[in-house]
């Protein structure tokens, strides 16, 4: 039995759409006070990072882990000038900014999951799709996924 299969059903769309249209909002810290944990922390002053042997002798005392490039704002030469002059052009106007479901699509799928009719689901979800409404990944397998695969719920 592979693993597609052992895991059963596949998510609710309806639900799992209901909770991209409708996001809830980050819950406050319950400590009040209390700090907010990093996933990420600094790298202890105590434990000096070697660099690798390797390297040349300027590269070791830098503490740089690798070569630096000799390119960017501020190069000489023609790097520098053309790096410079695309700098100072506007960014292009041609990419939308992300949107997020229009008050009609969001009604829609709330009216489908309502009922919770997957097909109306699934259909409200490829409306908002090709209307260009930035969707996470998972849910647009689910979008994609073949009914039948639904009928088991």
């Known amino acids: 039995m592979s693993a597609a299969q052992a895991a059963g059903p596949p998510a609710n769309l309806c639900q799992e759409l209901v909770a991209?249209?409708?996001?809830?909002?980050?819950?406050?810290?319950?400590?009040?006070?209390?700090?907010?944990?990093?996933?990420?922390?600094a790298p202890d002053k105590g434990a000096?990072?070697?660099?690798?042997?390797?390297?040349?002798?300027?590269?070791?005392k830098s503490g740089l882990s690798g070569p630096v490039a000799q390119t960017g704002p501020g190069a000489s030469g023609p790097q520098g000038q053309a790096q410079s002059q695309s700098q100072a052009a506007p960014a292009p106007s041609g990419a939308p900014a992300q949107k997020g479901p229009a008050p009609e699509q969001v009604a829609q799928v709330d009216a489908a999951a309502g009922a919770n009719d997957i097909q109306a689901c699934r259909a409200a979800a490829q409306l908002m799709r090709k209307a260009g409404v930035v969707m996470p990944a998972p849910l647009l397998a689910l979008t994609a996924l073949d009914p039948k695969f639904f009928a088991q719920q």
């Not at 810290?29 to 996933?39: K, N």
């Open 20 to 41: 991209f249209v409708h996001p809830k909002a980050p819950d406050a810290p319950a400590g009040g006070g209390q700090p907010a944990q990093t996933a990420v922390q």
């Open 48 to 60: 000096a990072q070697q660099p690798s042997s390797g390297a040349g002798e300027t590269q070791q």
